[in-house]
DNA sequence: TGATATGTTATCTT
DNA sequence: CAAGATAACATATC
């Protein structure tokens, strides 16, 4: 499920992969998937890749833009080649590569002018792409929270928006409208390393408990850039490859088995928001 | 067969 | 009126 981490390392894919290329022709094979009229962006060119919380925005000439919101299966696979048999990832073949493209889970196609062509598969039909004008862009997302890796990510901040709920502090740090990015993975994670219980009301944060949050919030993030972001589910890198980061989490989906912290008591599994919550009943209070 | 997984938004409730 | 809670979306997997 990609998460800040997870669409950061695609970011900075898609960044060195296809700036400067120019968009030849788009292939919409599923009409949900894809707002705005394809032929909008026939001839234009790419001059930035940027990230907001979880969107990717693809910034093209004539003030238009591509924005992409992978939601819980969406994949962006990047093909260098015009061959359909033969790709090749960094000169020399992958075995982690999808299988086939385009698939049956492949919902559009963008072509450019050198032959390469990125497709956009999604299992389920929750992501999509919208090409939209900077305008529009601003206005939607416009209500996003503070990016946790910006200045504005402060403990004065958090003190601010923690205080003033009394939801649980993991629904705090999944809404988007206030921190902006953080899905159900790095909450876990984050929570756990700060030994945080995922079911205290926000406001119930003494200072201390703030700060340490604050660090590891900042800490698991990193490391899961640092990790290319975790394939947990469909995820993929551009080049088709999987992220490292699900080998590296100490909560997230270990119901059952002993807290690698305390190395006592067995993780918990319960649901805060309909969501999967993980913790160890011994190192978060 | 039906429960489960999740990011966002719409809608209902307090 | 705002904040919070919950359902809806879609589908592969167990």
Not at 31 to 50: A, D, H, M, T, W
Not at 198 to 214: F, G, S
Request: proline fraction near 4%; include cysteine.
């Amino acid at each position: 499920m990609p998460e800040l981490p997870e669409v950061e390392t695609l970011k900075r894919q898609l960044e060195k992969t296809l700036k400067g290329k120019i968009i030849v022709k788009v292939e919409v094979l599923q009409k949900k998937s894809f707002f705005g009229n394809p032929q909008k962006i026939i001839g234009l060119k790419i001059k930035k890749v940027e990230r907001r919380a979880k969107y990717l925005i693809i910034n093209l000439n004539k003030n238009l833009n591509l924005l992409i919101h992978l939601k819980l299966t969406g994949q962006l696979i990047y093909q260098p080649l015009s061959s359909k048999s033969l790709r090749i990832v960094g000169g020399h073949p992958s075995l982690d590569w999808i299988a086939k493209l385009p698939n049956k889970h492949t919902r559009a196609i963008i072509n450019f002018h050198d032959k390469s062509r990125l497709f956009f598969n999604d299992m389920r039909l929750f992501g999509w792409m919208r090409i939209i004008s900077k305008q529009a862009l601003s206005l939607q997302i416009g209500k996003l929270g503070v990016e946790p890796l910006s200045k504005n990510f402060s403990e004065e901040y958090l003190k601010k928006i923690f205080s003033k709920s009394s939801r649980p502090i993991k629904l705090i740090l999944m809404d988007q409208e206030k921190i902006s990015g953080i899905g159900n993975i790095y909450s876990n994670e984050a929570l756990f390393a700060a030994g945080i219980n995922p079911q205290k009301r926000a406001k119930d944060l003494k200072n201390k408990e703030i700060k340490k949050l604050r660090y590891w919030i900042l800490k698991v993030l990193k490391l899961g850039i640092k990790h290319g972001g975790a394939s947990e589910d469909t995820y993929r890198h551009l080049n088709g490859s999987l992220g490292n980061y699900q080998k590296h989490f100490l909560v997230y989906q270990k119901q059952g088995q002993r807290c690698q912290k305390c190395h006592k008591a067995i993780i918990k599994k319960i649901q805060i928001g309909g969501r999967g919550t993980f913790f160890c009943p011994n190192c978060q209070k």
